[in-house]
């Protein structure tokens, strides 16, 4: 299994521009999570998704869209590129189970410049 | 939203060296991960551990949910040890939005 990759590793964007940031996971799970991470700092949750078709907002949602069209995908797009969304993104997944079980593999990170 | 802390938010080690590192939590938790993001800056799982003890070669961590804290124990550290240590929390009462701690940035040194 590949795990949880993403797609690109690099993206330098001006100011107004939108891209779509790929993740894809192998694994299964119907979990799937989108995180940014600020220098320095810890993570915080921008989307979230528990199966195809649902999508839900995390702590930090301004700024972006996501959908989730198949089991294995879930895209997170920027629509009007911002200096403050610079930061590197990790995609996640999992596979809840038994007693709360809901144990998170992430990918291995997008790094975004916004000039 | 649940907090977490974590300490020290620094800690430099000599080779061979032991440490403690805590992670205290505001709220009842669901779930509780302890990762390692290296130098290069990949996220690896260390345990999945919202309580008890688990032990996975020099490395070791318990959680005491009803006290709110964990606790992960690095032993005879190594340089590749160095990185930053994440606790992250799956609040009870919150599902699937879980909360990272700032880390603790470890150093070991030869």
């Known amino acids: 299994n590949a795990g949880v990759t993403q797609t690109p590793k690099f993206r330098i964007l001006k100011i107004g521009q939108s891209m779509t940031l790929q993740c894809t996971q192998d694994m299964n799970h119907n979990y799937m999570y989108w995180y940014r991470q600020d220098p320095g700092m810890g993570l915080k949750l921008i989307y979230y998704s528990v199966g195809a078709g649902i999508t839900d907002k995390g702590e930090v949602p301004n700024g972006y869209n996501v959908s989730r069209s198949t089991t294995e995908d879930f895209p997170l797009r920027l629509e009007l590129a911002a200096p403050s969304q610079t930061s590197v993104y990790f995609c996640?997944?999992?596979?809840?189970?038994?007693?709360?079980?809901?144990?998170?593999?992430f990918g291995p990170g997008t790094r975004l410049t916004v000039l | 939203g649940i907090q977490v802390e974590q300490s020290p938010p620094d800690l430099i080690l000599q080779e061979g060296a032991n440490s403690t590192l805590r992670c205290n939590f505001s709220d009842s938790v669901n779930n509780l991960q302890w990762f390692h993001q290296n130098p290069w800056g990949q996220l690896i799982n260390l345990f999945y551990?919202?309580?008890g003890t688990k032990q996975n070669g020099r490395l070791s961590a318990t959680t005491v949910a009803t006290e709110r804290y964990s606790l992960l124990y690095i032993s005879s550290s190594q340089t590749t040890d160095s990185g930053v240590y994440f606790c992250?929390?799956?609040?009870?009462?919150?599902?699937?939005?879980?909360?990272f701690g700032a880390g603790t940035r470890l150093t070991v040194k030869p």
């Open positions: 996640a997944s999992s596979l809840p189970g038994l007693a709360g079980y809901n144990e998170q593999f």
């Open positions: 551990i919202p309580s």
């Open positions: 992250a929390v799956e609040s009870g009462y919150n599902n699937n939005d879980m909360r």
